[in-house]
């Protein structure tokens, strides 16, 4: 199974900062990598696929980067509704797997 | 556009079997060239990926759980359903279904149902 490890697991910001959450996977994934946001008591909601590609309807301040191994979602001026929790998920093989989450809170 | 719907028990026994089925409005299940997925999480941790059923029926199981699921589709109805046998209190978690994209390549889960809370206890 590919592993994939995100970094931080939580992080403390403010309204108006910029955010970067990195992913890693335990081997290359080429860009087979796709981000999620989930709110509590919500369905996860797809943010970011093909590890740069914006989903429709989703803000421009969201934004993705990286090949190979190593991912970053990037949040260009954090809002009051992006404080939630963050998934990579990697689609290079079965099973597909997700990373452990980053929850993004208010400071 | 296309909505899913998770329905089933709530609460099932320690070593019974976890039934739950996802109804797909909005759009015919066999139309496209889709993968419909289960996918869960525990109360409080991360997702874990159950398995998957293509438009054509077949199937593919997550390794930690394969011997313990079935995945089927019942096009008329327009439904696919997950079977889960010989439940543990691990087990426990909310139940998620997906319609699985293949955008650029990348397979990505959108819609998602709203999820499903699935207790096991006596």
């Known amino acids: 199974d590919i592993q994939m490890t995100q970094s931080p697991s939580s992080l403390s910001a403010s309204v108006g900062d910029r955010v970067t959450i990195t992913c890693r996977a335990s081997q290359t994934i080429s860009s087979y990598l796709n981000w999620y946001q989930q709110k509590p008591g919500k369905a996860p909601n797809l943010l970011i696929y093909?590890?740069?590609s914006l989903q429709s309807g989703v803000p421009s301040r969201f934004s993705g980067s990286g090949s190979g191994t190593d991912f970053t979602l990037t949040i260009s001026s954090l809002q009051a509704e992006d404080f939630a929790t963050y998934y990579c998920q990697q689609s290079y093989s079965t099973p597909l797997t997700f990373g452990g989450g980053t929850k993004v809170e208010i400071k | 556009q296309v909505q899913l719907q998770e329905s089933g028990p709530g609460l099932v026994k320690p070593s019974q079997t976890l039934s739950l089925t996802c109804t797909v409005s909005g759009g015919s299940i066999s139309s496209g060239y889709y993968y419909w997925s289960w996918i869960r999480q525990p109360a409080g941790k991360g997702l874990e990926w159950i398995g998957r059923i293509y438009t054509s029926g077949s199937t593919n199981y997550n390794p930690s759980l394969k011997s313990r699921v079935t995945i089927s589709v019942d096009a008329s109805k327009n439904q696919f359903s997950l079977k889960l046998t010989s439940v543990t209190a691990a087990d426990t978690a909310v139940y998620y279904c997906?319609?699985?994209?293949?955008?650029?390549?990348?397979?990505?889960?959108?819609?998602w149902g709203q999820g499903t809370l699935v207790t096991v206890s006596s």
């Open positions: 997906a319609r699985e994209l293949d955008n650029y390549g990348s397979k990505c889960f959108d819609p």
């Open positions: 093909a590890a740069s």
